[in-house]
């Protein structure tokens, strides 16, 4: 009789010290285009930033082609029984239309659970630190620039809730794709200047200096 006692009570202590883990074992509310690796390493990230900062940030990352002027907030507002708050929501949906004229599709969404954790994040940045790498036009496939934009992405929004916090992650990445672009277009547009100096501008310099 003891034994089954403690037996139940043996279990009832194990199944309330994993519940956390199993509360937070994944990010993924819903996922239609993110590969196996990147998801683990997105809850890695997330398990790391909820562990130091009691944040949680999620992402949807869906296939679903959403038409123009679509409230992604109310679409959010289905998983709520999924969501525990403070959160961040992390939405990646490259079908959805932006404006039927002109055929742009993909939208991305940034949903925190409250005025106060936006404080918390740098939207632009978070932004950009997916769209950068989606855009670019290589020979890479558009599921792999899925996985890299939204893997990045989540990355950039994790360092920035931990930093808001005095915290720094050791499982994020860093993102030295959003430096080498910047570079990139540094030098783009520094070539296009020289170019437009030595084929338009210097013609023009030099007439005026033969008129003097």
Not at 145 to 156: D, E, H, R, T
């Amino acid at each position: 009789m003891h034994k089954v006692k403690f037996k139940a009570r043996f279990l009832a202590v194990l199944a309330l010290a994993i519940l956390p883990l199993f509360l937070h074992a994944t990010q993924l509310l819903k996922n239609d285009l993110i590969k196996l690796e990147a998801v683990k390493i997105i809850d890695t990230i997330g398990q790391e930033l909820h562990t130091k900062t009691a944040v949680n940030a999620y992402v949807i990352a869906t296939n679903e082609h959403f038409p123009e002027g679509f409230n992604l907030v109310s679409y959010s507002q289905k998983y709520e029984s999924n969501l525990t708050k403070p959160y961040v929501i992390y939405i990646f949906a490259p079908y959805a239309t932006i404006t039927k004229k002109s055929n742009a599709r993909g939208r991305i969404g940034i949903i925190p659970s409250s005025d106060t954790v936006r404080t918390w994040y740098d939207y632009e940045e978070v932004r950009d630190a997916g769209i950068d790498i989606i855009a670019i036009k290589d020979s890479n496939s558009d599921e792999d620039k899925f996985n890299i934009g939204v893997l990045q992405a989540y990355s950039v929004l994790a360092d920035n809730i931990a930093q808001s916090k005095g915290m720094i992650l050791d499982e994020s990445i860093k993102d030295e794709m959003g430096t080498m672009i910047m570079i990139l277009r540094i030098l783009i547009y520094t070539g296009t200047a020289i170019l437009l100096w030595i084929f338009v501008l210097r013609r023009f310099w030099t007439r005026e200096k033969d008129v003097k």
